[in-house]
């Protein structure tokens, strides 16, 4: 299987810059604000999944979406996009939900039928995952949140 291919992928920021991202640099109201724009720009469906809200999704999250140079050290804030609760649960499935089996559980359904694999597959990827990110912890990395904090 080609990860390239992958509509929905687990993407597991490292420990060292968990918080260091636009959300936690806007206060909870601009955040908000921020987010409603991006939904109406995503006309209010997953850009995965493609559900929309208010049918048979109720809210959208809104993620961040991050690049990684290794050679430079530096995390890049490259966008945003809207996403439902399951596909952005997946994207940090290494922090969310790890001991709540049946949600969990669900995710994975989520996973496999969004991407058309099996759960053998989503293992793999689960595993590829975290050595990517096991990797990555070993960097200091600087973040650049871009043009979007000024
Ligand atoms: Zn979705």
């Known amino acids: 299987?080609?990860?390239?291919?992958?509509?929905l992928?687990?993407?597991?920021?490292?420990?060292?810059?968990?918080?260091l991202n636009l959300r936690n640099r806007l206060t909870s109201y601009q955040w908000r604000q921020f987010s409603q724009d991006i939904q109406k720009r995503d006309q209010y469906s997953c850009c995965i999944c493609h559900?929309?809200?208010?049918?048979?999704?109720?809210?959208?999250?809104?993620?961040?979406?991050w690049t990684f140079d290794t050679d430079v050290q530096v995390q890049y804030l490259n966008g945003f996009q809207s996403l439902c609760f399951q596909c952005h649960m997946i994207?940090?499935?290494?922090?969310?939900?790890m001991n709540d089996w049946v949600?969990?559980?669900?995710?994975?359904?989520?996973?496999?039928?969004?991407n058309e694999v099996?759960?053998?597959?989503?293992?793999?990827?689960?595993?590829?995952?975290?050595?990517?990110?096991?990797?990555?912890n070993q960097i200091t990395w600087h973040v650049d949140l871009g043009d979007y904090i000024s």
Request: glycine share 2%; net charge negative; with cysteine.
């Open 1 to 7: 299987m080609n990860h390239n291919e992958l509509k």
């Open 9 to 19: 992928e687990i993407e597991l920021i490292p420990e060292s810059t968990m918080h």
């Open 51 to 65: 559900r929309v809200k208010g049918d048979t999704i109720d809210k959208l999250h809104c993620h961040e979406i």
């Open 91 to 97: 994207k940090h499935i290494g922090f969310a939900t």
């Open 103 to 114: 949600e969990k559980y669900q995710l994975i359904e989520h996973f496999c039928t969004v």
């Open 118 to 136: 099996s759960r053998k597959q989503y293992a793999q990827h689960f595993h590829d995952a975290v050595q990517l990110w096991i990797a990555r």
